[in-house]
């Protein structure tokens, strides 16, 4: 079955490095999401992306879909402390594929 | 406001006691969703509904039942058959063709 995979799992940075998650599918992606999740928190819809090589930002966050439509990556830039939190990606193959949950990258940001 | 309520927010249990999480959604949409999460993992699907009175399996269903019997309303039955429940339960609600989930603030269950 389809397997989305991120990279890395943990990620510890000091406030104003930037902070970047990939997210890499077994199989081709008809879209991918993003989702933020708060420690204590639950999953908060941020961005789906659904052209190849697309690219969209809001504000400090970069979200891209790479060329293939196997992989993308969410880019943070200057982190701050209110960005802590699990980082999720979920890939749609279309039809009727269910939507597959990304591991998760966890983002602390160090004061 | 629109939104997904899921209760309680936590909830204890005997083990072989069943359980039912509620989860009601006002956002008039079509398709909903339940995601088990357990501590530094994803989420996994354990069952889902496109329309009313039909609901697929999801990747672990097993021990766990639900219903759809109104287009607000899917409740999850944690049955004594599931061998390892204590986890966080998470509803989520999509409009068919849609973009994103929204999730309720979900079930902290422990059974003991």
């Known amino acids: 079955g389809q397997q989305v995979m991120q990279i890395p799992q943990y990620q510890h940075v000091q406030e104003g490095e930037d902070f970047t998650t990939y997210c890499n599918s077994s199989t081709t992606l008809s879209n991918i999401q993003w989702y933020k999740q708060r420690p204590g928190g639950h999953p908060v819809f941020l961005i789906q992306?659904?052209?190849?090589?697309e690219v969209k930002k809001q504000k400090r966050l970069t979200f891209q879909f790479g060329e293939a439509k196997k992989n993308s990556s969410l880019h943070i830039t200057a982190t701050q402390t209110t960005d802590v939190g699990t980082y999720f990606c979920a890939g749609w193959a279309g039809g009727y594929q269910k939507v597959t949950f990304g591991t998760g990258t966890k983002l602390q940001v160090i004061p | 406001d629109g939104g997904i309520t899921q209760s309680p927010k936590y909830l204890f249990r005997k083990e072989g006691q069943n359980v039912t999480l509620s989860c009601e959604q006002n956002l008039n949409h079509d398709a909903m969703y339940w995601y088990r999460q357990d501590p530094g993992q994803g989420l996994r699907l354990i069952y889902y509904s496109q329309i009313v009175n039909d609901f697929q399996k999801g990747d672990i269903a097993e021990g766990y039942s639900v219903s759809r019997e109104k287009k607000e309303s899917f409740p999850l039955t944690v049955t004594s058959a599931q061998k390892n429940p204590t986890a966080f339960y998470l509803c989520?609600?999509?409009?068919?063709?849609?973009?994103?989930?929204?999730f309720g603030s979900g079930t902290r269950l422990t059974v003991v």
């Open positions: 992306l659904v052209k190849s090589g």
């Open positions: 989520a609600s999509r409009m068919t063709g849609g973009s994103g989930y929204t």
